[in-house]
């Protein structure tokens, strides 16, 4: 009930905040725009992605149906407010997505406050519809945090951004206090091709909490069947590394994350993880780079853009002969149909070691999205 309240007052301040905003921009023009996208589809299965031990499992899903409102309030506020809704099996949600306050200052100086993603990780910091696999890898959503309240400034320039801020995730009915910080730099920018080295570090004061990692091996639908041990956290360390090398049609992204958590008798239990994906063009087209992110695709032709994919995912989550270690290879091809609409069809073959939770731990995936932007 608490956690509720505070939602609800989470909504009704940044929606009266929003309102306020022409008094502080003294009567500048107050620009809108509202945008969002449709991501639907089908996962097919077998029974390692069933904890039941089910041999094959074929959902529709809506993997999310997400309205975005922008505001531009005079030359140095901004503001956004998203909703999203999903439909995973029988499970039905709507969510609040961003919710935040942006001044941008001099020199590519940003400030803001509200709900919004932390700052780690290269793929969770991506838009969904800036990806080329039906889902994050893995690794990205056994350890990347993703959005939670809280305050964060930083600067974003063509060839380098730093970022650092103060998070909670308590509205959300959670006891997580967490400092996330992020460095990228670009040493080679080019019209041909861009390297991006980073690095990202969160210290999370867990509150004395449940923790554990529980993740449905890339596939949306599934069951939760790769887990880490379960025991009362004091705090958790997260560190990440990130390096991409855009070439032409050629895009190679590496990222590797490790996680130190103190359980509350104050034994430390090692977690890690990393991934390898490659995608290359068989169109005359190429990723875009922008400021330490990823941008979505803009075919050159009619015909859009074709991409094939192939990425290898491997997470440690046993310490102590305590949890599972799991891989996910994926291969896949995304085509591109003007900047609007898209088609991703994955095959998946998983792979797990240690504690495992279903009856038969054998049985690949496919896994097929449209997604439509508006």
Do not use: C
Not at 172 to 192: K, N, V, W
Request: glycine share 10%; proline share 3%; hydrophobic share 40%.
């Amino acid at each position: 009930m608490l956690a509720e309240l505070k939602w609800a007052w989470l909504v009704i301040g940044l929606t009266l905040t929003f309102m306020a905003q022409p008094l502080f921009a003294v009567a500048s023009p107050v620009e809108a725009e509202v945008g969002g996208y449709v991501a639907a589809g089908v996962d097919h299965y077998g029974s390692f992605y069933d904890e039941d031990g089910g041999r094959s499992t074929t959902r529709g899903v809506l993997r999310n149906a997400k309205i975005e409102l922008e505001l531009a309030l005079g030359k140095r506020w901004e503001a956004e407010l998203d909703g999203s809704y999903k439909i995973e099996g029988d499970k039905k949600e709507l969510d609040l997505g961003d919710a935040y306050l942006l001044y941008d200052g001099e020199s590519r100086f940003e400030a803001r406050i509200g709900r919004f993603k932390e700052p780690f990780g290269l793929e969770r910091l991506a838009s969904y519809t800036s990806l080329n696999t039906s889902e994050r890898s893995l690794v990205t959503s056994a350890f990347a945090p993703g959005r939670s309240i809280g305050v964060m400034a930083g600067q974003y320039r063509k060839r380098g951004t730093w970022s650092l801020g103060l998070f909670t995730d308590e509205p959300d009915g959670g006891s997580t206090h967490a400092i996330t910080a992020r460095l990228t730099r670009a040493p080679i920018r080019s019209e041909s091709q861009t390297l991006h080295l980073g690095a990202a570090a969160s210290y999370r004061d867990l509150g004395d909490s449940r923790f554990q990692i529980k993740d449905e091996g890339e596939v949306f639908s599934a069951d939760n069947v790769i887990r880490s041990p379960r025991f009362e956290a004091g705090d958790a360390w997260l560190a990440g590394l990130e390096a991409a090398w855009l070439y032409h049609r050629l895009t190679l992204v590496a990222e590797a994350m490790a996680q130190s958590v103190r359980r509350t008798d104050g034994s430390r239990w090692q977690f890690g993880g990393a991934y390898l994906q490659a995608g290359v063009f068989l169109t005359d087209d190429r990723r875009y780079y922008s400021r330490g992110e990823f941008d979505w695709i803009e075919p050159r032709h009619r015909a859009g853009a074709l991409e094939l994919v192939a990425r290898h995912s491997a997470v440690d989550l046993r310490d102590r002969n305590l949890g599972a270690e799991a891989s996910v290879t994926l291969l896949g091809l995304a085509w591109y149909l003007g900047e609007l609409f898209q088609l991703r069809l994955n095959y998946l073959m998983p792979d797990i070691r240690g504690n495992t939770l279903m009856a038969v731990p054998d049985g690949d995936a496919v896994t097929l999205r449209a997604v439509l932007r508006f």
